[in-house]
């Protein structure tokens, strides 16, 4: 089944989402707590500090540390939510989430704020590109990049009642919403938006709605493309990615991430193995970003709609 | 002072100790591999933590509130795997699938499949985040269980040791107790034996009384060989109010069998059968003269 999937004019910031999402599972569950590493002004979850304090723990600039927090609390049955960027939570503090959090399956839940390479003019250290494959490899660890608002909310609600440990991919700015509100997501499906024939476009995360404006942009070139959203990267559903390179027989992926061991690493693996399909990797090529403004960023480093169509185009015309 | 334990308590608590210390050896010995030193430094505390302090019941492993124990030093899982089964958690005949394939007594700790054990350790410097989440979710659920984390003195090289007294320190956990099995030993480290340059192994100032203190916890200065003296230190940690607590434990690496005491080299090596023999026999003469 194909949703309908629309680019929207209302732009919605996935940190916004964040904090009132948090504020609605705080409400409903009460073993929810948010864990702050001194950034809940930029991810939102101060919005929890000033409505809910009782469930707001500030834990400093200490990442191993709360993720070592947020273990034991998980292991007295609370639901601990950590706040603070994804180039922090992935790097500083990955030992003590392979020891303390994945390998006793324990229901932390880490939102990484600012990911990709759009954080704000931060550059280099603040950007994170390799968290999907980094997080990808970690067992028992669910993988989540939801594409716009709507989706961050309802894999918010999802991961708080997911047994296990969830990382969910955010981002900074607001970004056009596409989804419907009655959108019914679930955990391990990829999520079919566009039925076309020519070419099949996975995308995660943010960047599916700039495939999104791609496949727009290439039906007015005659060229009909097949995207399919990967909202969840681990586990990954097989039988929907082949599904999908089966209807057009050539496959690109697109994602804010580094084009290794990430969408495209993942998509790779399942056709490679299991039904080799021509396929193309866009994404951030292999290197460290910088600060600069948004449009250049995705000018520069290869993840705007114009590029994803023209390598689609490649692609299909051979 | 706390409460006066009858001297037959204190005498049977240093049987479990050398019995803690005999199985401690066997299984070393039966897995061919494990760590040997810090569980033997750690003996009478793991002795006195299972079978006098700590608020627990080995029927109900997974009880709400027990105290919880975290082994920061995860190395020496054996010392915690033989006191749990002295506690009859498992059969002690159990502990001769230490280190063996599809054993719940894994080389490092792991909760997922031991009951009764509470978090999962072995990269060092990790125990003592999650014993202030514990402590926390004691307070976040008004439940009035005790949270013990026992460090080791490499174990604190680690950063994030400091990052968790730091904040610890913070939300005033009194019901959270660290133990330093301060044994002053570890893999390799650091070396006052002459032949090395100063910059080679000469040892950086240790002196955890001051450098906790610094942080905002109760210190407890105590011999960890002490039964009695170690019991009273817990009893005062529990008692203290509006700071977390350190108990700082003077110990001896490979306490109880001569040739590993105060010897590095012994934190972790295969036994030959002549080493268990000798071991075995020192430490049964060390229990006949109790």
Same mark, same amino acid.
């Given at each position: 089944?194909?949703?309908?999937?629309?680019?929207?004019?209302?732009?919605?910031?996935?940190?916004?989402?964040?904090?009132?999402?948090?504020?609605?599972?705080?409400?409903?569950?009460?073993?929810?707590?948010?864990?702050?590493?001194?950034?809940?002004?930029?991810?939102?979850?101060?919005?929890?500090?000033?409505?809910?304090?009782?469930?707001?723990?500030?834990?400093?600039?200490?990442?191993?540390?709360?993720?070592?927090?947020?273990?034991?609390?998980?292991?007295?049955?609370?639901?601990?939510?950590?706040?603070?960027?994804?180039?922090?939570?992935?790097?500083?503090?990955?030992?003590?989430?392979?020891?303390?959090?994945?390998?006793?399956?324990?229901?932390?839940?880490?939102?990484?704020?600012?990911?990709?390479?759009?954080?704000?003019?931060?550059?280099?250290?603040?950007?994170?590109?390799?968290?999907?494959?980094?997080?990808?490899?970690?067992?028992?660890?669910?993988?989540?990049?939801?594409?716009?608002?709507?989706?961050?909310?309802?894999?918010?609600?999802?991961?708080?009642?997911?047994?296990?440990?969830?990382?969910?991919?955010?981002?900074?700015?607001?970004?056009?919403?596409?989804?419907?509100?009655?959108?019914?997501?679930?955990?391990?499906?990829?999520?079919?938006?566009?039925?076309?024939?020519?070419?099949?476009?996975?995308?995660?995360?943010?960047?599916?709605?700039?495939?999104?404006?791609?496949?727009?942009?290439?039906?007015?070139?005659?060229?009909?493309?097949?995207?399919?959203?990967?909202?969840?990267?681990?586990?990954?559903?097989?039988?929907?990615?082949?599904?999908?390179?089966?209807?057009?027989?050539?496959?690109?992926?697109?994602?804010?991430?580094?084009?290794?061991?990430?969408?495209?690493?993942?998509?790779?693996?399942?056709?490679?193995?299991?039904?080799?399909?021509?396929?193309?990797?866009?994404?951030?090529?292999?290197?460290?970003?910088?600060?600069?403004?948004?449009?250049?960023?995705?000018?520069?480093?290869?993840?705007?709609?114009?590029?994803?169509?023209?390598?689609?185009?490649?692609?299909?015309?051979? | 002072?706390?409460?006066?334990?009858?001297?037959?308590?204190?005498?049977?608590?240093?049987?479990?100790?050398?019995?803690?210390?005999? &199985?401690?050896?066997?299984?070393?010995?039966?897995?061919? /591999?494990?760590?040997?030193?810090?569980?033997?430094?750690?003996?009478?505390?793991?002795?006195?933590?299972?079978?006098?302090?700590?608020?627990?019941?080995?029927?109900?492993?997974?009880?709400?509130?027990?105290?919880?124990?975290?082994?920061?030093?995860?190395?020496?899982?054996?010392?915690?795997?033989?006191?749990?089964?002295?506690?009859?958690?498992?059969?002690? $005949? $159990?502990?001769?699938?230490?280190?063996?394939?599809?054993?719940?007594?894994?080389?490092?700790?792991?909760?997922? &499949?031991?009951?009764?054990?509470?978090?999962?350790?072995?990269?060092?410097?990790?125990? &003592?985040?999650?014993?202030?989440?514990?402590?926390?979710?004691?307070?976040?659920?008004?439940?009035?269980?005790?949270?013990?984390?026992?460090?080791? =003195?490499?174990?604190?090289? $680690?950063?994030?040791?400091?990052?968790? /007294?730091?904040?610890?320190?913070?939300?005033?956990?009194?019901?959270?107790?660290?133990? &330093? =099995?301060?044994?002053?030993?570890?893999?390799?480290?650091?070396?006052?034996?002459?032949?090395?340059?100063?910059? /080679?192994?000469?040892?950086?100032?240790?002196?955890?009384?001051?450098?906790?203190?610094?942080?905002?916890?109760?210190?407890?200065?105590?011999?960890?060989?002490?039964?009695?003296?170690?019991?009273? /230190?817990?009893?005062?940690?529990?008692?203290?109010?509006?700071?977390?607590?350190?108990?700082?434990?003077?110990?001896?690496?490979?306490?109880?069998?001569?040739?590993? $005491?105060?010897?590095?080299?012994?934190?972790?090596?295969?036994?030959?059968?002549?080493?268990?023999?000798?071991?075995?026999?020192?430490?049964?003469?060390?229990?006949?003269?109790?």
């Amino acid at each position: 089944m194909t949703l309908a999937a629309r680019i929207t004019n209302n732009l919605v910031a996935q940190r916004d989402v964040f904090g009132d999402t948090l504020l609605e599972l705080i409400d409903e569950d009460p073993r929810v707590y948010v864990l702050d590493g001194d950034l809940a002004n930029s991810t939102k979850a101060d919005k929890i500090s000033r409505e809910r304090p009782e469930h707001f723990l500030e834990m400093g600039i200490a990442e191993q540390n709360m993720m070592g927090v947020a273990a034991g609390l998980a292991s007295c049955g609370l639901i601990p939510w950590l706040s603070s960027f994804a180039c922090f939570l992935v790097n500083r503090d990955l030992d003590q989430l392979r020891v303390v959090v994945a390998q006793p399956n324990l229901s932390v839940k880490i939102a990484g704020a600012y990911s990709g390479l759009l954080t704000g003019k931060t550059g280099k250290t603040h950007q994170e590109v390799s968290d999907i494959a980094v997080m990808r490899a970690m067992p028992n660890l669910t993988v989540l990049a939801p594409a716009d608002g709507v989706e961050t909310r309802l894999a918010m609600r999802a991961a708080n009642s997911w047994e296990g440990p969830v990382y969910i991919r955010l981002t900074r700015d607001p970004h056009p919403t596409i989804f419907p509100n009655d959108y019914d997501f679930s955990i391990g499906s990829v999520v079919p938006i566009r039925d076309g024939s020519d070419v099949t476009i996975f995308a995660t995360g943010v960047q599916t709605v700039r495939a999104l404006e791609a496949a727009q942009q290439l039906e007015g070139e005659g060229i009909s493309s097949h995207v399919v959203h990967v909202p969840t990267l681990k586990p990954l559903d097989e039988a929907g990615v082949i599904a999908a390179a089966e209807r057009t027989g050539k496959v690109i992926t697109a994602e804010d991430h580094t084009v290794i061991g990430g969408l495209g690493g993942a998509v790779a693996e399942v056709l490679g193995e299991q039904r080799p399909t021509p396929m193309k990797r866009l994404g951030i090529d292999d290197t460290f970003g910088e600060s600069a403004a948004n449009n250049d960023l995705l000018s520069k480093y290869g993840l705007t709609p114009e590029h994803v169509a023209a390598t689609a185009q490649d692609l299909v015309k051979g | 002072m706390g409460s006066q334990i009858a001297p037959e308590r204190v005498k049977e608590l240093r049987s479990l100790s050398l019995r803690l210390r005999r &199985l401690v050896v066997e299984s070393v010995y039966h897995a061919g /591999a494990g760590h040997l030193g810090g569980p033997l430094s750690a003996a009478e505390m793991l002795t006195c933590l299972y079978f006098e302090v700590m608020n627990i019941d080995p029927d109900k492993p997974r009880d709400p509130d027990r105290d919880r124990f975290i082994l920061s030093k995860g190395h020496c899982s054996i010392g915690l795997y033989s006191a749990m089964a002295l506690r009859r958690y498992f059969p002690v $005949e $159990e502990l001769k699938t230490f280190d063996a394939i599809d054993s719940r007594l894994q080389g490092h700790p792991d909760m997922s &499949l031991l009951p009764g054990l509470d978090m999962s350790t072995g990269s060092l410097g990790q125990g &003592l985040s999650p014993g202030i989440g514990m402590a926390l979710a004691a307070r976040l659920q008004s439940r009035d269980y005790h949270t013990w984390v026992m460090v080791g =003195d490499g174990d604190s090289q $680690e950063g994030q040791i400091w990052e968790a /007294a730091f904040v610890a320190q913070r939300y005033g956990l009194d019901n959270l107790t660290v133990i &330093l =099995d301060w044994n002053q030993l570890q893999q390799y480290g650091w070396s006052t034996e002459a032949g090395y340059s100063d910059l /080679a192994r000469k040892p950086p100032q240790d002196n955890p009384e001051e450098r906790w203190r610094a942080f905002g916890w109760n210190t407890v200065a105590v011999d960890g060989h002490n039964v009695e003296a170690f019991i009273d /230190a817990c009893e005062r940690a529990k008692a203290h109010q509006g700071e977390p607590s350190i108990i700082i434990a003077r110990t001896l690496k490979g306490k109880g069998v001569s040739y590993m $005491e105060n010897d590095f080299n012994w934190h972790s090596k295969p036994l030959t059968e002549e080493d268990v023999q000798m071991a075995q026999r020192e430490l049964e003469e060390q229990e006949a003269a109790l």
